[in-house]
């Protein structure tokens, strides 16, 4: 059994707090709340996975832009432009009781997205 370091489950708050198509930083934890459009939840790990700058998200242009050497992101976390090597890592989410749950203790590095990987309420 892996076990989650203590403290690392990070209350964001009921799913209506969320509008769909919105992102939603939490900087104590280090990440974005994506709602997608079609009401579904991806938490994202804020560092770029080219060599760790917090990347914000620019609203105007739905897509992360890290500010060190310009890798983009999509709102999926996908790479639109390198040298990021690999999508923004994720953070499991859970919806109990009809509030969001985000388990930063650990970041999920992945190869792709896939629509598995969004939690839905
Ligand atoms: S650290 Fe983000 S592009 Fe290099």
């Given at each position: 059994?892996?076990?989650?370091?203590?403290?690392?489950?990070?209350?964001?708050?009921?799913?209506?707090?969320?509008?769909?198509?919105?992102?939603?930083?939490?900087?104590?934890?280090?990440?974005?709340?994506?709602?997608?459009?079609?009401g579904?939840?991806?938490?994202?790990?804020?560092?770029?996975?080219?060599?760790?700058?917090?990347?914000?998200?620019?609203?105007?242009?739905?897509?992360?832009?890290?500010?060190?050497?310009?890798s983009?992101?999509?709102?999926?976390?996908?790479?639109?432009?390198?040298?990021?090597?690999?999508?923004?890592d994720?953070?499991?989410?859970?919806?109990?009781?009809?509030?969001?749950?985000?388990d930063?203790?650990?970041?999920?590095?992945?190869?792709?997205?896939?629509?598995?990987?969004?939690?839905?309420?």
């Amino acid at each position: 059994m892996v076990r989650q370091p203590v403290g690392s489950v990070h209350v964001a708050g009921p799913v209506e707090r969320f509008e769909p198509g919105t992102v939603t930083a939490f900087r104590e934890g280090k990440f974005y709340l994506v709602r997608l459009a079609d009401g579904g939840f991806l938490a994202l790990h804020r560092q770029c996975t080219h060599l760790g700058c917090t990347v914000p998200w620019i609203a105007e242009q739905e897509r992360f832009a890290c500010p060190c050497h310009a890798s983009e992101f999509d709102v999926h976390g996908e790479v639109l432009s390198p040298p990021a090597p690999r999508p923004l890592d994720l953070f499991p989410v859970r919806i109990e009781n009809g509030i969001v749950k985000v388990d930063t203790g650990v970041p999920v590095k992945r190869a792709t997205f896939e629509p598995s990987q969004v939690v839905r309420a």
